[in-house]
C-alpha cells in the first residue's frame, strides 16, 4: 500500500506528462504598467526601461529588460512559465530538488550580501564631473590638469566612519570624502575626510583606534557612537589624536548634508611635473554651498525622524536638478616651506593654517547623477590611495604609507577576487593593457597567445611595453637611515594646534565643543577615563578642560605631563572657524511649511513660490497627508503628516495657520515639538497672525525674537533673506 504525505492526490501516469495548462493558483498577479519617466532633474533622460546590457546614463553596463524583453527568465535566460509556484509532487506535497529555478532563484539570494566595509560601511555615492580651472603643467604634468576647461569623470562616495552599513546619517563621526577621477591616463582615488587632520600619526595604530569606537565586543553597542568608555580611554591615552577630537567635538561632526561640508585629501601628497621636479600639496574641497551643520539636539532627533537624512539630501538635490559643486584647491610648498613650518608636514595630525599657506583653486567638481544601482556602484566601488595617476606621488607620511597596503588588501575582501577593478564602476576609463591573467570573476576573455612581455607574438613592439616617457615613475628620492620603529620628535607636539583651533572658533562653536564634551564623557562609566581626557584638554586650554570639568561636575585633574610643551602663541586661523564660510543665501536649504485648514491660497503660493525662486526646497506639512482646506475651498495635498516630518528636517519654517484649522493642528503633540524644537534649535521661524495657537502650543508666543517673522505683514522676498543666516545663535533658549 502505498504511503501519501497527507495528501491523497497520487498523481496519475498521464499527470506526470503533462503540465496543467490552465495556470495554477494562485495565479500571476496584475501588475500596473511601469510608470512614466519622471519629467524632474535628470529624470527626464532617464526612461524606466534601457535595453539589455546597453551602457547606462554613464556608460556603464547594465542588465535591465528592455521594452522587448518581457519575459522573465532564469539566469541561464531560460523564459519561465511560472514564478509564483515552487514544482512539488502533488498539490500540498513537497518541494522537488528538480526545480532548478527555485534554486537557482534561492542560491543566489543567499549569496546577495558581501562583507561591509570595515569602516566607512555607511556611504552614498553620486557621480559628476570634474572640471580644471587653469593649466597646471608648471606644478604637475597630470593629464586631468592638463588646460582650462578639461573635464574627467567623476565618482564620489561620502560615508560615516564607525557606524555599520544600516546604521543612521547624522552620527556624531568624522565624514569620508572619497573621489574616484576616471582621468585619461588611469583612475586617482583622492580618498579624504570631511576633517583635514587624523587620529594617529601612524598606520600601526589604526586598527586599535577602530577596534575602540567601534561597538565593545562584549556588548555589542553603542552603534556608529564614539561617546563610550573604549573609545574615550583609547582617546586619552593617545595624546596624539587631541587635535583631531576639537575637530570631531565640533559641529563638523554633525554635518547638515554632504553637500555642506569640506573635504580634505589629509596627507602631504606630492604633485610632479613633466622634469620629474616636485612640490608638496595639500588638496582640499571647498563646496560652493557654503558650510552648514546642525545642532547636536537636531541631529539625535534626526536619527529618529529620518535615518536616511544625509542620502537622501543629496539624492533630492541631484533629482531636483540643484547639482552640488566643490571647489578643488590646492595649498602648495616646498623644502624649504617644510623645513620652517613650526611642525612637521608628513604628521597627518597637523594642519598647515591657510593663512600661511593660502589656497589656490585649480578645479571644480561637479555632483550630477544619482546611482542606477546602489549595491553595483556605491557599494562596489573601491577606493584605493595607492591609485595616483603621473604628476602626482606620495610622501613618507607613515599613515598613508599604510593606507596604501590596506585599501587594496580590504577590496579583496570585500569584492572578492582581484578582477575587481573590471567591475564597471572601478574600471578605468581608458585603456587598459596588462598581462594580469584569470582569477576569480575574470570577465575579459583576453586573446592572443603570449601572457608576459617583452614576447615574440604581439608583434614588433614585443608589447604592450613599459614607456619611460608615458609612463608614471616616483620620484627619486633619497633616503638613508637605520631601520627603527621610533616616531620622529618632530611629531611629538600634540596639543599646541588644538589649541590655536580651539581659540579659531567662535564663541557659539566652542560652546557647541565643550557641549560635546561633556556629552561624549558623561557617556563613560569609568571616572579615570573622564579625567585623563580632561588632564590632556588642559595642554590645549585652560578655560575650554575646566568648562568641561565643571559640566561633568568633577575637580579639575592635573594637567598630563606633555611629552613636548605646548606652545600657546599660534596664532588664530579665522579658516578653521565654518563661520568664515557660511552659505550666502537660503539656496539649497529646505524650508518646512506647517499649514492648517482655513490659510490663503495665495499666502501658501506667494511664500512657496518665492522661496523655489529663492533655489530652495519646500515641503508642506499638514494634519493628514491627504491635505488642507484652503480659505477659498480648494483642497491641497500636503508632502507630510505632522508626526512623520518633525522641524529637524528642515532648515528654516514657516507656520500658516489660520481659525479652528489651527487649533486642531495645535492639539496634536507633534506640533507641540515641532515649533518648540524649531525655536530651542534656532531656526529662522515665520507666522500668520492666524497662527497663534501653534505659537502658543510650542511655548514659544512670549518669546518671539527678531528671527521670529510675522508673514503678516513681512514679505515673503524678506523673510526669504532672513532665512539666508544660518541659525539665530543669540537667541535664548
Ligand atoms: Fe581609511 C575606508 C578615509 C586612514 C583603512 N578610509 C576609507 C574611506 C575613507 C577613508 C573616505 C571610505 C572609502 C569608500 O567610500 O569606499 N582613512 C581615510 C582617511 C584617513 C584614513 C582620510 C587618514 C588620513 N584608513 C586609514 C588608515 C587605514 C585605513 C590609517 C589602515 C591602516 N580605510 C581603510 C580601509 C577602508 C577605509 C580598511 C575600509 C573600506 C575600504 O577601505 O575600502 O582599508
Redesign the pocket.
Known amino acids: 500500500m502505498g504511503h501519501h504525505d497527507g495528501d491523497a492526490t497520487t498523481p496519475t501516469p498521464a499527470a506526470h506528462r503533462h503540465q496543467p495548462a490552465a495556470p495554477s493558483y494562485p495565479p500571476a498577479p496584475e501588475v500596473p504598467s511601469p510608470p512614466t519617466p519622471s519629467t524632474a532633474g535628470q529624470a527626464a533622460d532617464n526612461p524606466v526601461y534601457t535595453p539589455r546590457t546597453q551602457p547606462g546614463k554613464g556608460g556603464e553596463l547594465h542588465q535591465q529588460p528592455g521594452p522587448d524583453q518581457q519575459v522573465l527568465t532564469t539566469a541561464q535566460g531560460l523564459p519561465l512559465a511560472d514564478d509564483q509556484n515552487s514544482l512539488t509532487a502533488g498539490e500540498r506535497g513537497p518541494t522537488l530538488l528538480e526545480d532548478f529555478a527555485l534554486r537557482e532563484k534561492i542560491f543566489h539570494f543567499d549569496h546577495e550580501r558581501i562583507p561591509e566595509?570595515?569602516?566607512?560601511a555607511r556611504?552614498y555615492?553620486a557621480h559628476g564631473t570634474f572640471t580644471a580651472a587653469e593649466d597646471l603643467s608648471d606644478l604637475t604634468c597630470a593629464s586631468l590638469f592638463a588646460e582650462a576647461g578639461k573635464q574627467t569623470p567623476v565618482f564620489v562616495?561620502f560615508?560615516t566612519?564607525a557606524g555599520n552599513l544600516g546604521s543612521f546619517d547624522l552620527a556624531r563621526d568624522v565624514r569620508?570624502?572619497?573621489v574616484k577621477f576616471y582621468t585619461d591616463e588611469g583612475n586617482w582615488d583622492l580618498?579624504?575626510?570631511n576633517i583635514p587632520v587624523?587620529f594617529?600619526q601612524d598606520?600601526v595604530k589604526?586598527?586599535d583606534l577602530v577596534h575602540a569606537v567601534k561597538e565593545e565586543q562584549d556588548r555589542g553597542w553603542p552603534q556608529a557612537q564614539s561617546a563610550h568608555d573604549t573609545f574615550w580611554d583609547f582617546a586619552g591615552l593617545m595624546p596624539e589624536s587631541t587635535h583631531m577630537l576639537l575637530w570631531q567635538m565640533s559641529d563638523r561632526a554633525i554635518p547638515r548634508s554632504f553637500r555642506f561640508m569640506q573635504g580634505?585629501g589629509?596627507?602631504t601628497f606630492r604633485f610632479v611635473d613633466a622634469d620629474g621636479a616636485s612640490t608638496y600639496v595639500k588638496f582640499h574641497w571647498v563646496p560652493r554651498q557654503g558650510l552648514q551643520s546642525v545642532v547636536w539636539n537636531e541631529a539625535v532627533k534626526i536619527n529618529g525622524a529620518d535615518p536616511d537624512f544625509h542620502r537622501k539630501d543629496l539624492w533630492q538635490a541631484i533629482q531636483n536638478g540643484d547639482l552640488p559643486e566643490w571647489d578643488l584647491a590646492v595649498q602648495t610648498f616646498d623644502d624649504e616651506f617644510a623645513d620652517r613650518f613650526e611642525f612637521d608636514v608628513l604628521d597627518?595630525t597637523k594642519v598647515i593654517p591657510e593663512e600661511q599657506v593660502p589656497l589656490r583653486v585649480i578645479g571644480t567638481l561637479r555632483l550630477e547623477r544619482t546611482v542606477d544601482n546602489v549595491f553595483s556602484e556605491t557599494e562596489q566601488?573601491?577606493?584605493c590611495t595607492q591609485n595616483i595617476v603621473r604628476g602626482i606621488d606620495f610622501t613618507n607620511d607613515p599613515?598613508?604609507q599604510?593606507?596604501n597596503?590596506?585599501?587594496l588588501?580590504?577590496?579583496l575582501k570585500?569584492l572578492g577576487s582581484p578582477n575587481f577593478t573590471q567591475l564597471p564602476i572601478n574600471a578605468p576609463r581608458c585603456p587598459v593593457a596588462h598581462f594580469q591573467r584569470d582569477g576569480h570573476m575574470q570577465t575579459g576573455a583576453q586573446s592572443g597567445r603570449a601572457t608576459y612581455e617583452p614576447n615574440s607574438f604581439t608583434g614588433a613592439a614585443a608589447g604592450p611595453r613599459a614607456d619611460a616617457e608615458r609612463g608614471y615613475r616616483s620620484v627619486a628620492r633619497h633616503e638613508s637611515g637605520d631601520t627603527r620603529r621610533t616616531r620622529p620628535e618632530s611629531f611629538a607636539d600634540h596639543y599646541s594646534q588644538a589649541g590655536q583651533f580651539w581659540r579659531s572658533q567662535s564663541a557659539t562653536e566652542q560652546q557647541h565643543i565643550r557641549m560635546a564634551f561633556v556629552f561624549e564623557l558623561s557617556k563613560c562609566e569609568i571616572p579615570q577615563i573622564r579625567t585623563r581626557v580632561v588632564a590632556n584638554l588642559r595642554n590645549v586650554d585652560e578655560e575650554l578642560a575646566a568648562g568641561v570639568a565643571d559640566g561633568l561636575g568633577m575637580e579639575l585633574p592635573d594637567a598630563t605631563e606633555a611629552h613636548q610643551a605646548p606652545r600657546h602663541d599660534l596664532p588664530e586661523s579665522p579658516a578653521l572657524s565654518m563661520t568664515t564660510r557660511a552659505p550666502e543665501s537660503f539656496a539649497g536649504r529646505k524650508l518646512g511649511i506647517l499649514v492648517t485648514d482655513g490659510v490663503e491660497a495665495t499666502v501658501l503660493d506667494t511664500l512657496r513660490d518665492t522661496f523655489e525662486q529663492g533655489g530652495a526646497l519646500v515641503e508642506t506639512i499638514g494634519l493628514k497627508v491627504g491635505g488642507v482646506t484652503l480659505a477659498d475651498g480648494t483642497r491641497r495635498p500636503v508632502d507630510h503628516k505632522i508626526d512623520g516630518a518633525p522641524s529637524v528636517l528642515f532648515d528654516a519654517v514657516a507656520l500658516l495657520g489660520d481659525g479652528t484649522g489651527a487649533e486642531e493642528l495645535a492639539g496634536h503633540p507633534a506640533t507641540r515639538d515641532f515649533v518648540s524644537d524649531a525655536f530651542s534649535h534656532y531656526k529662522v521661524i515665520g507666522h500668520l497672525p492666524g497662527a497663534r495657537a501653534l505659537l502658543e502650543a510650542g511655548g514659544i508666543d512670549g518669546s518671539l525674537d527678531e528671527a521670529c517673522h510675522d508673514l503678516g505683514s513681512v514679505d515673503p522676498q524678506e523673510f526669504l533673506a532672513a532665512c539666508g543666516a544660518l541659525r539665530h545663535w543669540a537667541r535664548d533658549v
Not at 117 to 120: K, M, N
Open positions: 566595509r570595515v569602516v566607512h556611504g555615492g562616495r560615508s566612519v569620508g570624502f572619497a580618498v579624504g575626510n587624523f594617529v598606520a589604526f586598527p580634505f589629509v596627507h597627518a566601488v573601491a577606493f599613515l598613508l599604510g593606507r597596503f590596506s585599501y588588501d580590504t577590496q570585500r
